[in-house]
């Protein structure tokens, strides 16, 4: 059988092209994401940054541990402490001591994140004027880089200022340093301080004080912003790589597959020539899987080799697009070749073994049939698979909807759960093929002529080509529709959700990261004709389980005019009953019950008993809870809501609301320009990474989509010449032949359509329940495109190979044994 096999491989060469590029693809997108995924796991070490040069920092408390039973539980406190004041007093008898703020400057003009220091601060990076002075007034600057020179003004957030020197820029930061006292001004809460003292002496003199963090050597990282900005990129990376491996590895394994047996059915009657020379069924076996197993070897090492070529690729496209840090690389490792050449080599096998075991009882009498319908594109095993794939999808759904319908609207489970789904609706797809040909094609078969009638019946007729061609446009349209809108009908809901609550008129928010003053907000209170409400951001911790330490953002407000400007989802307890001893939280709290108490540790770390006084429902998961201001200690004040009095006049609110802002900087938004603002859009970073996911994947299908027409419409070669002999004309069997590519396109659109509308409806269920009641939004503009790029490339794909076929003469290919 080596013999016969070989020739095979040398006569049958488009078709195992055609499944060498599947799989040499698939491979390649399996090791480049595994080597993505592996960079990804380690980051290098990071060094001080803005604090280099000093000698000891002193920090406050940023952060609760709670200890439980699995070992101790820690969160970043929403609003860190100050270094206590007689701990301070204690370091300025060591020494020099200089107090640290970090605060958000915006400019139109200048780079998009710039942050205000004191300029005393500037020495510990250390920082050295290039050009100018330091600043000595409180309308003067000096900045990082050369996006502005000494002697310009530049408009910010609080007020014009001049720039009069400039240091070189660090690559870590855009600085703006004020005077110190200015800095005072912008950032009244100064966190942390340098301290030019002996490191053991400052540590004898915090040693009373809880939480006070001594930082010396390269701990100083931790003052420095986000110091945990490398461990946070290496989690969004490995969400990202990872959702994107499980997508493509599902889209490379899935087209292999389908590839493979497609191949192999091709084959029928070829198999039914060896029967009849006396071939046994174990031969016939035999020699399929040694031919998948030849491709597979060149193929997977072949992946391997592009997937070395694109890793590098990725990694550059990751770091341009601000997804991954400046030091990420693609790293030295092998073990991504391994799983992708193995793995390779699995699916071109597994994609074999159930077509080869039918192509073993395959019996002689095959080759005498001039007929290629398909009687039994269904085997048991592939209804028994697709029935028992789509029982779980529809279990595990109705399950979710009854146990935690807030599971479906997190992102790995609305991402994951449309593959299942897919691969039920692939394997029953020859059982709705016909039926959905004979409804798509029953008005062109009406016409005039006979061309309509024979695209219908040649594609109902090849039920099995017309399932396997439809395959890659069934993952483009359901990938496309199930995850973009998703996203979609998600950001809907959470609007939908916003818009609900909002019923307050204006809503003022402050320029900068301090919050709104005292003075501002007794001018706002001030304003006659209107009911004015100001709530701070916070967090309040809760313990579940007595082993998870949970965070809630939360929001502190009055609640008497919380209740006049906002309309909360309760579903038990009354606003009204919110005071100082009390919390509003949400039916995802383990403990929801009105009246109970809970203990909680406040956004400083204070633990504290409350009592539950009303419980809001779940919604999108953004809910939170609610306390008063004096459970939310330190917190600055970033939104008043403004709700008009019966007669007060909207414009003359307005006005009145800009003078009293005008001081300290603020913006006052009506009802509807701040929902416009506001309205929550996917992150930049999920937005990527589903292009990404996307983009690999679709590329792919379509090119397994050209791939797979490829090898159906050069196996179509005698049959096209019969119609030839029959007499049709050269264009209009190249009608025919691109009128059956759109057909099957349209099958696979409308399959793929079915599956996303079936995930949109979960979740809009999930939605429903969770009592937030918005519509399913289809991104209809990217389907069409993905059907129109399908449609293009399947049309081209067959056009092609069928007018190189009819070069040939017509009776020479009647003549020619299959």
């Known amino acids: 059988m080596l013999t016969t096999t070989l020739h095979t491989l040398r006569t049958r060469w ?49 952060t609760l541990e709670v200890p439980t039973s699995n070992g101790d539980r820690t969160q970043k406190l929403a609003q860190p402490r100050a270094v206590p004041d007689e701990v ?11 107090e640290d703020r970090s605060f958000a400057v915006r400019d139109e003009s200048g780079p998009a994140e710039l942050v205000g220091h004191p300029w005393s601060t500037a020495a510990f990076a250390p920082y050295e004027l290039a050009a100018g002075r330091a600043p000595e007034a409180a309308d003067e600057v000096v900045v990082s880089g050369d996006w502005a020179r000494p002697g310009i003004r530049v408009r910010t957030d609080t007020g014009t200022v001049r720039v009069v020197g400039t240091v070189p820029g660090s690559g870590f930061e855009d600085a703006v340093f004020y005077t110190d006292a200015r800095a005072a001004q912008l950032a009244p809460r100064s966190l942390q301080l340098v301290v030019d003292a002996d490191a053991a002496a400052v540590r004898e003199a915090v040693r009373d004080s809880a939480g006070v963090q001594v930082l010396t050597g390269n701990a100083r990282r931790y003052a420095d912003a986000d110091p945990d900005r ?34 192999v059915a091709q084959r029928r009657r070829e198999f039914g020539l060896l029967r009849t020379a006396g071939a046994t069924p174990g031969q016939i076996r035999r020699m399929v899987v040694g031919e998948a197993l030849a491709v597979g070897v060149l193929a997977s090492a072949t992946g391997c080799a592009l997937g070395s070529y694109g890793a590098p690729k990725l990694a550059e496209w990751a770091v341009d697009e601000g997804l991954a840090p400046r030091w990420f690389t693609i790293g030295d490792y092998t073990w991504p070749y391994q799983l992708a050449f193995w793995t390779g080599l699995f699916v071109a096998l597994c994609g074999v073994l159930a077509a080869s075991w039918r192509a073993g009882r395959t019996g002689p009498t095959e080759a005498l049939r001039e007929a290629s319908v398909d009687n039994r594109p269904m085997t048991r095993g592939r209804w028994l698979f697709g029935a028992a794939l789509l029982i779980t999808a529809a279990v595990t759904l109705a399950l979710a909807l009854v146990t935690n319908p807030g599971e479906l609207l ?13 691969t039920s609706v692939a394997l029953l797809a020859p059982v709705l093929v016909r039926p959905l040909v004979r409804l798509i094609a029953w008005l062109p078969a009406q016409l005039p002529g006979a061309g309509g009638m024979l ?138 019950t009105v009246g109970e108490r809970v203990d909680v540790w406040l956004g400083d770390g204070t633990r504290k008993s409350l009592k539950i006084a009303a419980v809001m429902t779940v919604g999108t998961g953004d809910n939170g809870v609610y306390v008063t201001p004096r459970n939310a200690p330190s917190a600055p004040v970033d939104r008043v809501d403004v709700r008009l009095a019966n007669g007060a006049d909207a414009d003359t609110v307005a006005a009145a609301l800009r003078r009293a802002v005008r001081a300290s900087g603020g913006n006052v938004l009506t009802r509807d320009a701040w929902l416009r603002a506001m309205r929550p859009e996917t992150n930049r970073t999920t937005r990527a990474g589903f292009l990404l996911v996307l983009g690999i994947a679709l590329l792919y299908t379509g090119i397994s989509l050209a791939n797979t027409m490829v090898m159906a419409t050069s196996d179509r070669a005698r049959e096209l010449a019969v119609l030839r002999l029959a007499g049709a004309t050269g264009r209009q069997v190249l009608r025919l032949v691109g009128a059956e590519a759109l057909m099957v396109v349209m099958v696979g659109g409308l399959l793929g359509a079915l599956v996303a509308g079936l995930n949109l409806v979960g979740m809009w269920c999930a939605l429903g329940l969770l009592s937030v009641w918005t519509s399913i939004e289809i991104p209809w503009a990217t389907l069409a495109a993905a059907v129109g790029a399908c449609a293009v490339l399947a049309v081209v794909s067959a056009v092609i190979p069928a007018g190189l076929s009819l070069r040939r003469r017509a009776v020479e290919w009647a003549g020619t044994p299959e």
Do not use: C
């Open 230 to 263: 490398d461990s946070e990129a290496l989690t969004a990376m490995n969400a990202m790589f990872g959702t994107a491996g499980g997508v493509t590895g599902f889209v490379s394994v899935f087209v292999v597959v389908s590839t493979f047996a497609f191949a």
């Open 410 to 422: 997190q992102r790995k489970t609305y991402v994951s759960r449309p593959m299942l789904l897919i």
């Open 14 to 62: 488009v078709t195992f092209v055609g499944s060498f590029v599947a799989l040499s693809l698939g491979v390649a997108l399996i090791a480049v994401m595994g080597l993505a995924l592996a960079s990804s796991l380690d980051a290098p070490d990071r060094r001080p940054e803005r604090f280099a040069a000093a000698p000891v920092v002193v920090k406050g408390q940023d």
């Open 88 to 98: 301070v007093a204690k370091l300025r008898d060591l020494g020099t001591v200089v």
């Open 455 to 592: 695209v219908r019946e040649n594609a109902a007729a090849g039920v099995r080509r017309t399932a396997a061609v439809a395959a890659p446009v069934l993952v483009t349209v359901a990938l496309a529709g199930s995850l973009l809108g998703a996203t979609a009908t998600l950001d809907q809901a959470k609007a939908a959700e916003a818009r609900e609550r909002t019923v307050a008129d204006f809503v003022v928010t402050p320029a900068g990261d301090a919050g709104f003053d005292g003075p501002t907000l007794k001018r706002l209170r001030a304003v006659s004709g209107v009911e004015v409400s100001a709530s701070s951001s916070s967090a309040v911790y809760v313990l579940e389980d007595g082993v998870a330490l949970i965070r809630s953002e939360a929001r502190a407000a009055e609640p008497e005019p919380l209740a006049a400007t906002a309309r909360l989802p309760l579903a038990a307890g009354k606003l009204g009953d919110l005071d100082d001893d009390s919390i509003i939280v949400n039916k995802e709290w383990r403990r929801h």
